[in-house]
């Protein structure tokens, strides 16, 4: 393996297999009994939104193959963080925000999304259902009342409207249908409840934030004096 200019890998923003450039780099020659191992690490940064990402490949002496040329090639293993999924389910660009809202509701989501990255969908619904759980009682649903309570107390507060009641019903459904009866949802349907639930979370406890900042800024109306004849 050696190292070049630019490799292909996946940019959370631009999609997969796109041209980075390589930033930093760091080569390991490892022996393991009679297995050589080789590992490469490389900093990444994306040549069209200089996003960076960190990729590892790695190589050993007892994997390989013939090439079409037929030599003998080392079999490279390329991981990467963060890791894009080629389903769409990165994590939304608002994510890391939520951090100064609420630890507790950033770790939640973040762990949500980790799972629906992996491919794991039965968790993903059962965090989305915890999402809303916990948002809830950051609106001022108390944490004792049942699921029904909160979707309730957040349309008495004016947090959610009608609609988006019944959708938030939906989530909490899907999520109790995958602890109690391991109902794993389909990729259409994990989308439904991932859109949902970002809505959700979006609304009330990022761009609410946002509002209020840009209002703080707006200059007050000027107050009209007596006319002067
Ligand atoms: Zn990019």
Known sequence: MSSADRLRADCPECGTHKWLYVKATYDQALKFEQTDIYINHFILECAGCESVVYVRRSADSEFFYISADGEQELEVTQIQFPKVSPDGHESPKWLPELLYVDKTLFKVTTQTYDALSAGSLLFASVGFRTIFDYG?????????????????????????????????????????????????????????????SDAFVYRNFILNRDVLGISKKIPPKKRLGPLSS
């Open 136 to 196: 809830s009682t950051l609106l001022g649903a108390d944490s004792s009342l049942s699921f029904s309570g909160k979707l309730s107390k957040l349309v008495s507060l004016g947090k959610i409207g009608a609609e988006e009641k019944i959708n938030l019903e939906t989530v909490v459904e899907a999520g109790n249908a995958s602890i109690h009866r391991a109902w794993q949802p389909k990729g259409d349907d994990i989308r439904v409840l991932r859109n949902v």
